[in-house]
């Protein structure tokens, strides 16, 4: 019986020593490549024209929507200039409240009262999700408050407010007929407040702040 045991006890020492020079440690690398800087650029800026009243607290909006105004977001070619349609017809928009009602974004338009919207171009990685934050400004003259929208991948549109948390757009990940791989277009209108009368056959301006991020 005494043999036995010790017999037992040198086979679990064994095994244990086997378990040991069994043991290895290795130290793998990790590697990983950062998303590319993120571009924007203005190509038009924002301009309601020669059509706001003068009044403390007029307000007048300039309304951009694709849908709304009855251009499909998927048929607007990213790639061009001006942001037309497949058919080449400028995108529209229309300016309500304090300023000339029923004004339509036209060519016509455009040329006698220089109305023009905002139009920037946002360059990103292929089929990347960005978020767009838009920033107005409350100064003591003037406040505004931006709004519009963008075409995403798959050419839907994404509607632009000022939300703090920003708005979320994915970019398209291949070229197609109404897209650029990595290429976004955001076209913006708002609402301008007069927070003072203003003088009459003066030029002023306000500003905002957008920020895209991934």
Known sequence: ???FSKKIIAGLFAGVAFSSVADTTITPTVGFTTLPDITLSEINAINFGTVLKLGA???????????????????????????????????????TGDCATGVTFDAPTIASKG???GLYEIVAEAGADVTVVL?????TELAFVPSGYGIAAGGTEVVL????GGNPI?????????????????????????NVKLDP??????SLQIDVNY
């Open 161 to 164: 407010d000022d939300s703090a």
């Open 1 to 3: 019986m005494k043999t």
């Open 57 to 95: 607290n007029a307000t007048c909006t300039f309304l951009m929507d694709g849908t709304t105004h009855g251009v499909a977001a998927a048929t607007i070619r990213a790639a061009t200039a001006d942001m037309t349609n497949a058919a080449g017809v400028g995108l529209p928009g229309t300016l």
């Open 201 to 206: 056959d003066a030029s002023y301006t306000a």
């Open 135 to 139: 920033t107005g400004i409350d100064s």
């Open 115 to 117: 109305i023009q919207y």
């Open 170 to 194: 994915t970019t398209p990940s291949a070229a197609t007929a109404t897209s650029t791989a990595g290429v976004v277009r955001i076209a913006l209108g708002g609402t301008i407040t007069n």
